[in-house]
């Protein structure tokens, strides 16, 4: 089976300094259109480096006018559908425009020509998130919201963050490097470009929440031993088996034993398809997910029933949409370690249930997670924690 992967939707995220554009005869253009044009031929520049997909945009009107927040007033629909077209005539990338009425649902997508790629080379780029707060609709889309004083704070609490991670250096001594992008030999790729953070909420606030957005983040965990954070090495204390050891705890219990190990079952195989399960949001969705993993429906059913037998006093949560509500406990958890670290003049880099920090300071990030998740576990041992909204 051939892996297509999936489109990168253009974001004006990338911004690059000098004249890395020069080279391009390019006609003049002030303003928001010339920051436009810059923006597409930035990101499709990046892309074709990195993991070469297609970009995809939008030529709905509407999509614009819902995303203000999250770009700058150069991603509009006057500015964006334009400028594509432009680039395009002038051979600068490849277009493939959707055909309205035909195409409903989607996008067209761009990405860099090889003329483009013979004329320019990859500038040092920087990937900043306008709005580090997202909210995403039931479909997944980037939407307005009405700021309140819990999305202050949480903007606060980021800006305190990324400004203490900004003024470390991380750095990997391992993979191929182009620049900023590193390319692994399993055909993973990051670009050390990307080091803030931002939230990503979906339809909810006590829905998601992650943190994401640093390049860490991405890469494969036979390597991350080898980051150094301002020079020196690093380590990456954990939360073992955190969403198996949270739902318990709603429940005022504590898993038995390895939550991933199963009967007939390899551990990888049924730590994945127990997080499977608990993100799902029905059992034929469960289901279908599975199978696709193990290729087999019969089994993935088994597997399923199995991992019910094994954790009957969660069961309720299984194939419930549970997962986000999860992982929202689990972000706060993590904003509390970082914000507790940043007072004692400790930077660490989040990567979910982990964070990767200098080696010196190990132990006192496990001090603070383990406060953390001693919070959590009262909270819902005195009712004051709830996975609000499941159907069971």
């Given at each position: 089976?051939?892996?297509?992967?999936?489109?990168?939707?253009?974001?004006?995220?990338?911004c690059?300094?000098?004249?890395?554009?020069?080279?391009?005869?390019?006609?003049?253009?002030?303003?928001?259109?010339?920051?436009?044009?810059?923006?597409?031929?930035?990101?499709?520049?990046?892309?074709?480096?990195?993991?070469?997909?297609?970009?995809?945009?939008?030529?709905?009107?509407?999509?614009?006018?819902?995303?203000?927040?999250y770009?700058?007033?150069?991603?509009?629909?006057?500015?964006?559908?334009?400028?594509?077209d432009?680039?395009?005539?002038?051979?600068?990338?490849?277009?493939?425009?959707?055909?309205?009425?035909?195409?409903?649902?989607?996008?067209?997508?761009?990405?860099?020509?090889?003329?483009?790629?013979?004329?320019?080379?990859?500038?040092?780029?920087?990937?900043?998130?306008?709005e580090?707060?997202?909210?995403?609709?039931?479909?997944?889309?980037?939407?307005?919201?009405?700021?309140?004083?819990?999305?202050?704070?949480?903007?606060?609490?980021?800006?305190?963050?990324?400004?203490?991670?900004?003024?470390t250096?991380?750095?990997?001594?391992?993979?191929?490097?182009?620049?900023?992008?590193?390319?692994?030999?399993?055909?993973?790729?990051?670009?050390?470009?990307?080091?803030?953070?931002h939230?990503?909420?979906?339809?909810?606030?006590?829905?998601?929440?992650?943190?994401?957005?640093?390049?860490?983040?991405?890469?494969?965990?036979?390597?991350?031993?080898?980051?150094?954070?301002?020079?020196?090495?690093?380590?990456?204390p954990?939360?073992?088996?955190?969403?198996?050891?949270?739902?318990?705890?709603?429940?005022?219990?504590?898993?038995?034993g390895?939550?991933?190990?199963?009967?007939?079952?390899?551990?990888?195989?049924?730590?994945?398809?127990?997080?499977?399960?608990?993100?799902?949001?029905?059992?034929?969705?469960?289901?279908?997910?599975?199978?696709?993993?193990?290729?087999?429906?019969?089994?993935?059913?088994?597997?399923?029933?199995?991992?019910?037998?094994?954790?009957?006093?969660?069961?309720?949560?299984?194939?419930?949409?549970?997962?986000?509500?999860?992982?929202?406990?689990?972000?706060?958890?993590?904003t509390?370690?970082?914000?507790?670290?940043?007072?004692?003049?400790?930077?660490a880099?989040?990567?979910?249930?982990?964070?990767?920090?200098?080696?010196?300071?190990?132990?006192?990030?496990?001090?603070?997670?383990?406060?953390?998740?001693?919070?959590?576990?009262?909270?819902?041992?005195?009712?004051g924690?709830?996975?609000?909204?499941?159907?069971?």
């Open positions: 089976m051939i892996f297509t992967p999936k489109d990168k939707p253009f974001s004006c995220s990338w690059a300094s000098g004249e890395w554009l020069h080279s391009l005869d390019l006609p003049p253009a002030r303003g928001v259109k010339a920051k436009a044009r810059a923006a597409i031929l930035l990101d499709a520049t990046i892309e074709a480096a990195g993991n070469g997909r297609w970009i995809s945009y939008s030529r709905n009107r509407n999509h614009y006018a819902m995303r203000r927040r770009a700058g007033p150069e991603y509009s629909f006057s500015t964006i559908p334009s400028a594509v432009a680039l395009a005539a002038m051979d600068l990338i490849e277009h493939r425009k959707s055909r309205q009425h035909f195409d409903r649902g989607k996008q067209s997508t761009f990405r860099a020509s090889p003329v483009l790629l013979d004329a320019v080379t990859i500038p040092p780029a920087d990937h900043r998130h306008r580090p707060i997202a909210f995403k609709d039931g479909l997944g889309q980037l939407v307005d919201y009405q700021d309140t004083e819990r999305t202050r704070r949480m903007r606060r609490d980021l800006a305190a963050i990324n400004d203490a991670i900004g003024s250096t991380a750095t990997l001594p391992a993979g191929e490097h182009h620049g900023r992008i590193i390319h692994f030999p399993n055909g993973a790729i990051v670009n050390v470009g990307r080091t803030s953070l939230r990503v909420f979906n339809a909810g606030w006590t829905r998601g929440g992650r943190l994401y957005g640093h390049w860490v983040q991405n890469v494969p965990r036979a390597y991350r031993d080898l980051i150094e954070i301002d020079g020196e090495q690093t380590a990456e954990d939360f073992p088996q955190l969403h198996p050891v949270l739902l318990y705890a709603m429940i005022g219990l504590s898993p038995e390895d939550a991933y190990t199963l009967d007939r079952w390899p551990r990888p195989i049924a730590k994945r398809a127990f997080n499977v399960i608990v993100n799902a949001p029905t059992y034929a969705s469960a289901l279908g997910a599975v199978s696709r993993d193990l290729q087999d429906r019969q089994q993935a059913a088994q597997i399923i029933m199995d991992l019910k037998e094994r954790h009957a006093p969660i069961a309720r949560f299984f194939h419930s949409g549970a997962g986000l509500f999860v992982q929202n406990i689990d972000a706060k958890m993590a509390d370690v970082l914000r507790d670290l940043l007072g004692q003049n400790v930077v880099l989040p990567i979910h249930d982990s964070f990767r920090v200098q080696k010196r300071h190990e132990q006192v990030t496990r001090e603070a997670m383990e406060k953390a998740l001693w919070t959590v576990k009262n909270q819902a041992q005195n009712g924690l709830r996975l609000s909204g499941i159907h069971l």
